[in-house]
Nanobody, 126 residues
Framework: VQLQASGGGLVQAGGSLRLSCAAS????????MGWFRQAPGKEREFVAA????????NYADSVKGRFTISRDNAKNTLYLQMNSLKPEDMAVYYC????????????????????WGQGTQVTVSS
């Protein structure tokens, strides 16, 4: 599967953005999906994940209540709605697909994911 992330940009603190990740090559419904981010000088970190059918979601504590992950398998697209953005949310955001079913415990591990998009930059001004 190929993944193409989009929707990043510049937003003021407190604002919102919606990221999209379009899948091609294989149906999105074949994969559990996740969003990760990496800020300059920092390691890549888990943001959110969703099971193949959307029934199970998992969030990093830092984004709970502000971000929402969702998917539309009919459109082969994954989303990340980001509200109340903070300067510390500024990073390159990556979508990723796992070729095996994951659990709540494994969803936040980047090494469990097999396919990665190219990333989209999110910049939050204070």
């Amino acid at each position: 599967v190929q993944l193409q992330a989009s929707g990043g940009g510049l937003v003021q603190a407190g604002g919102s953005l919606r990221l999209s990740c379009a899948a091609s090559g294989r149906p999105l419904s074949s994969y559990d999906m996740g969003w990760f981010r990496q800020a300059p000088g920092k390691e890549r970190e888990f943001v959110a994940a969703i099971s193949w059918g959307g029934a199970v979601t998992n969030y990093a504590d830092s984004v709970k209540g502000r971000f929402t992950i969702s998917r539309d398998n009919a459109k082969n697209t994954l989303y990340l709605q980001m509200n109340s953005l903070k300067p510390e949310d500024m990073a390159v955001y990556y979508c990723a697909a796992a070729g095996r079913r994951m659990t709540i415990t494994t969803m936040n591990r980047d090494y469990e994911y097999d396919y990665w998009g190219q990333g989209t930059q999110v910049t939050v001004s204070s």
